[in-house]
């Protein structure tokens, strides 16, 4: 079977009539973002966001349409805008591939009890690697527990959990995707959809749609806490994460270098700006132990993060020692919470989603009252 093109989506597009019964998608330059990956086809409609709600038999028949050419399994389509709502409303809800229904109210995950993000204010630090081991510590503690990948550019949750397989329609939920699952928790990835050699040349707006497709289309079912993987940053796709989903609390984590937390401030006033409340900073590669002469070595400084929490008055989680095993295990796909449940570092990442936990429930006052913002 040959391989889908750009242009068999833009044809048969171009028979699908655009608002208004004027003109077709594909005349009316509304079609944004093809994305073809084998038998899965994911694109934009740019739609005035006043109007999504009219226009969703729209994309219902773009859906049909494309899911008619041979070769297609799934479809996901996107109701984007250029321009974001001024009213100080949220986005308009989007819809996942072959979905039903409309999303939850106020942005919440229907059947999530609590939504934390794990973000840092740069890349390389070690964010998602943490945030996988920590949401295992959580279900270590016996708690229902899920995963979003938000990080659309670079998705890396597949590779860490060893866990390839395409998510499925769930057909008793109307058509939304069943989340994959991994050492007992559910996980979701745009890397799930796309190769990973495959670059998302996406914009604002369809970043900002998958995200949210991600979160309310997706048959999550109860969860105790799904713990989001954030975007490495302070761009659109955080704040706008930030902003339209409810989040319990956020935890920054950062390398102990001055450099780094540059860039981890700029995340925890992001998150405060926003009002959601900042449960803690990790120091990853806090320090490194040689296996041969058994000596500590400060490779990047230490204490940094620890002295910024301090400052800013919010709780220090923990400091994550640099380790090859750690990597070895990343990359292999078996996070050492699993892989290595009595290791060194499995016992620091469940102690870090025990105070994660706590704070949540309310059962520390720290982590729901507001940083002191300490300017020098």
Not at 68 to 87: C, W, Y
Request: negative net charge; contains cysteine; aromatic residues 4%.
């Amino acid at each position: 079977m040959s391989e889908i093109t750009k242009q068999q989506v833009l044809d048969a597009l171009s028979q699908v009539k655009g608002p208004d019964l004027k003109g077709d998608l594909v005349s009316r330059d509304m079609v944004t973002e093809i994305v073809v990956t084998g038998g899965n086809i994911m694109f934009g409609l740019s739609i005035d966001p006043a109007k999504a709600k009219e226009l969703e038999p729209m994309r219902q028949a773009a859906e049909r349409a494309v899911s008619e050419i041979e070769g297609v399994d799934k479809v996901m389509v996107a109701l984007t805008a250029e321009k974001a709502p001024t009213n100080g409303a949220t986005a308009p809800s989007t819809r996942g591939a072959k979905t039903q229904g409309a999303a939850p109210q106020s942005g919440a995950v229907a059947g999530v009890k609590h939504l934390v993000a794990v973000a840092s204010g740069k890349g390389g630090v070690g964010k998602s690697t943490t945030a996988i081991n920590v949401a295992l510590g959580l279900a270590a503690m016996g708690l229902k527990v899920g995963v979003l990948d938000a990080d659309v550019y670079g998705p890396s949750l597949p590779r860490l959990v060893g866990q390839k397989t395409l998510p499925q329609q769930d057909p008793t939920s109307e058509g939304k995707l069943q989340p994959a699952e991994a050492f007992g928790i559910k996980v979701m990835s745009m890397g799930f959809l796309v190769e990973e050699d495959t670059p998302m040349i996406w914009r604002g707006p369809m970043v900002q749609s998958a995200l949210q497709q991600m979160l309310n289309d997706v048959e999550w079912g109860e969860l105790d806490i799904m713990v989001i993987d954030m975007p490495p940053g302070t761009g659109d796709a955080q704040l706008s994460m930030a902003q339209q989903t409810p989040l319990a609390g956020a935890v920054i984590v950062s390398t102990p270098q001055d450099l780094s937390l540059i860039d981890a401030r700029k995340g925890l006033n992001m998150f405060i700006k926003v009002s959601v409340p900042v449960l803690g900073i990790i120091e990853n590669m806090s320090y490194f132990v040689c296996d041969k002469c058994d000596e500590r070595h400060e490779i990047f400084g230490h204490g940094g993060a620890k002295a910024e929490a301090e400052k800013l008055d919010l709780p220090f989680l923990g400091e994550i020692p640099l380790d090859k095993m750690v990597r070895e295990r990343s990359d292999s796909g078996e996070p050492v919470v699993v892989s290595e449940p009595d290791s060194v570092h499995a016992g620091i990442y469940k102690d870090i989603a025990k105070q994660i936990w706590a704070a949540v429930e309310g059962k520390t006052a720290t982590a729901s009252a507001g940083p002191k913002i300490v300017i020098e």
